[in-house]
Nanobody, 126 residues
Framework: QVRLLESGGGLVLAGDSLRLSCTVS????????MGWFRQTPGKEREFVAA???????VYADSVKDRFTIFRDNNKNAVYLQMNNLKPEDTAVYYC????????????????????WGQGTQVTVSS
């Protein structure tokens, strides 16, 4: 069974940085593309960033140039470095795993992902 565990959320001021971490257990991490999504109450879950098996990344326009996703296959972990945070980044952030073939691009569509973490709250105060 695949388990994902996020950490690193918290309360910060606008302009601050945070790094979210997600560790994966239960199956070969390298077989997965990894994504980060976020959700606020009353809104649809939205795509933030994803990275495929060979390190190719894709970002939502709202976070491009501020957020960076990267993975460490030796640690079975994916990270989301978030810089210059804005109040509109406030949300529960979820990591997700999608088993894909070697060079396939990472998906930006949440329902495609097979496994999800429990989420970590990020609150950005102005």
């Amino acid at each position: 069974q695949v388990r994902l565990l996020e950490s690193g959320g918290g309360l910060v001021l606008a302009g601050d940085s945070l790094r979210l971490s997600c560790t994966v257990s239960g199956r070969a991490f390298s077989q997965f593309a990894m994504g980060w999504f976020r959700q606020t109450p009353g809104k649809e879950r939205e795509f933030v960033a994803a990275i495929n098996r060979i390190g190719i990344t894709v970002y939502a326009d709202s976070v491009k140039d501020r957020f960076t996703i990267f993975r460490d296959n030796n640690k079975n972990a994916v990270y989301l470095q978030m810089n210059n945070l804005k109040p509109e980044d406030t949300a529960v952030y979820y990591c997700a795993a999608d088993r894909i073939i070697q060079s396939a691009p990472a998906n930006t569509d949440g329902p495609v992902y097979d496994h999800w973490g429990q989420g970590t709250q990020v609150t950005v105060s102005s």
